[in-house]
């Protein structure tokens, strides 16, 4: 598969992972991950999926937008940047968001998420 | 400094680079860089810096709003997620960036960029 096919592949899962089983995400960081979200910083799968499963809303869904991809400089590893729309239950505007993925490959041919930055884009 | 701060400084001597001295953007880039602007692929300093010479602007102003920054894991880089605005001369409204940066160290203390990623959002 080439890079940009598997960037799209795993934003896609990572997507549909946190709109369906948000708790998922666990497999996806791993102890040394970091997670920025708005400017909070957070380490570790374990204190990022606390943070995420408890966003201030039950159910959402992501619609990306564009996936840009480029190799990190190291093996496999890639830089994965994603713009998209986040769509809350109950709100009738989408919200706008740029996220950043750097992805490292697992022993398993997998990818891990090593940074993670997530901001949203307001008008 | 800390690494936040080198950051900062690190993007806002970009951006002041970008809207002074556009050629000058030249010694930021080494010859495995990269460059998506805007679903563009560009690789080396060389074709980078013609393509950013050669954007259909003369005169630009950047204004950053937030500037996110985590260590890569890879080459001992930092990986530095911008988003602002972009202000073209004769222009009413500013266009609305987010910006991806991947920055390795180079010998001389300083810090060069592997990976650039750049895309407007769009309202």
Redesign the interface.
């Known amino acids: 598969m080439d890079p940009d096919a598997l960037a799209k592949a795993f934003v896609e899962h990572y997507y549909t992972t946190f709109d369906t089983n948000r708790a998922a995400l666990a497999n996806l960081y791993q102890e040394?991950s970091?997670l920025?979200f708005e400017?909070q910083?957070i380490q570790g799968a374990q204190n990022i999926v606390a943070k995420l499963t408890s966003l201030p809303f039950q159910q959402c869904l992501h619609k990306i937008t564009?996936v840009?991809c480029?190799?990190?400089?190291?093996n496999a590893?890639m830089?994965v940047?994603v713009?998209g729309n986040l769509q809350l239950a109950g709100e009738q505007h989408a919200l706008?968001f740029?996220q950043?993925f750097?992805l490292?490959p697992t022993p398993q041919g997998s990818y891990y998420v090593?940074?993670d930055?997530f901001?949203l884009?307001y008008? | 400094m800390d690494a936040d701060s080198v950051a900062k400084a690190f993007v806002e001597h970009y951006y002041s680079t970008f809207d002074n001295n556009r050629h000058a953007l030249f010694s930021l880039y080494q010859d495995n860089s990269m460059l998506t602007f805007e679903g563009d692929k560009i690789q080396g300093a060389q074709a980078i810096t013609t393509k950013l010479t050669s954007l259909p602007f003369q005169h630009c102003h950047h204004a950053i709003s937030t500037v996110d920054s985590q260590p890569s894991g890879v080459n001992s880089g930092m990986l530095v997620f911008v988003s602002g605005t972009l202000q073209l001369a004769g222009e009413q409204n500013a266009l609305k960036f987010s910006q991806m940066f991947h920055l390795i160290p180079t010998q001389q203390g300083s810090y060069y960029v592997l990976n650039d990623i750049f895309r407007l959002n769009y309202a």
């Open positions: 040394a970091m920025t400017g910083k564009t840009d480029q190799p990190s400089g190291v590893a830089l940047f713009s706008k740029s950043m750097h490292i090593n940074n930055v901001r884009n008008a």
